[in-house]
């Protein structure tokens, strides 16, 4: 005890420690700064080879395309929307992943319970609403004046389906003071303007 006491007291040895210390901090804060300018060109320059691949429309009953698996939105408790913009009820998706288009009530791009401004109080409404192609350049739009805070988001988006599934879910749009939906009854937006303020 009384040995390192006596070290430390030394200025050489506080020197090195004090030199190390400095060099840490250094390297630390060059890492920091590189990370941040990295970040900030991901933010800034979208690659421009990175498409969103935009569905063709094709109808799987009229269709000699054999669809092998289907994504979907998986977490609808009793409807779910897949990649081709049907919706069916959860009793209804084949093992494939994709709804069964023979039954009856499975439908395609289904805008029920969708408003004018793109806003659904049913999410996979909303996302069979999104498939349809004549929304491309809607939302083409909004992913070239996407801002800076969603711009990590969008450009991870691989294709028109993702897409749709992640503009429909509920956003910081969507709420009013953190807390409150604008609009209870239509929270789930694939358009570019917020839900509707409903006076309280």
Not at 1 to 16: D, E, S, Y
Not at 28 to 42: F, G, H, M, N, P
Not at 118 to 124: P, R
Request: charged residues 25%.
């Amino acid at each position: 005890m009384m040995v390192l006491r006596r070290l430390l007291r030394k200025r050489w040895v506080l020197g090195v420690v004090f030199g190390l210390s400095l060099i840490y901090f250094l390297t630390s804060t060059l890492k920091q700064e590189e990370r941040t300018i990295r970040d900030r060109t991901l933010l800034e320059v979208r690659d421009s080879d990175h498409r969103i691949p935009w569905k063709v429309r094709f109808n799987l009953g009229n269709s000699s395309r054999q669809i092998i698996q289907c994504r979907n939105s998986i977490q609808g408790k009793t409807l779910l929307t897949d990649e081709l913009g049907y919706v069916c009820e959860r009793k209804d998706l084949l093992v494939n992943g994709c709804c069964n288009v023979n039954v009856p009530s499975t439908r395609q791009y289904i805008c029920k319970s969708c408003l004018a401004n793109g806003c659904c109080s049913i999410y996979e409404y909303c996302v069979s609403c999104c498939l349809q192609p004549d929304k491309q350049p809607l939302l083409e739009h909004f992913l070239n004046r996407a801002a800076e805070g969603f711009q990590n988001l969008f450009t991870a988006v691989e294709d028109h389906f993702e897409l749709c599934l992640a503009k429909c879910r509920t956003s910081s749009q969507s709420v009013q003071h953190e807390n409150t939906y604008r609009n209870p009854q239509a929270k789930y937006c694939y358009g570019e303007s917020p839900p509707e303020l409903l006076p309280v």
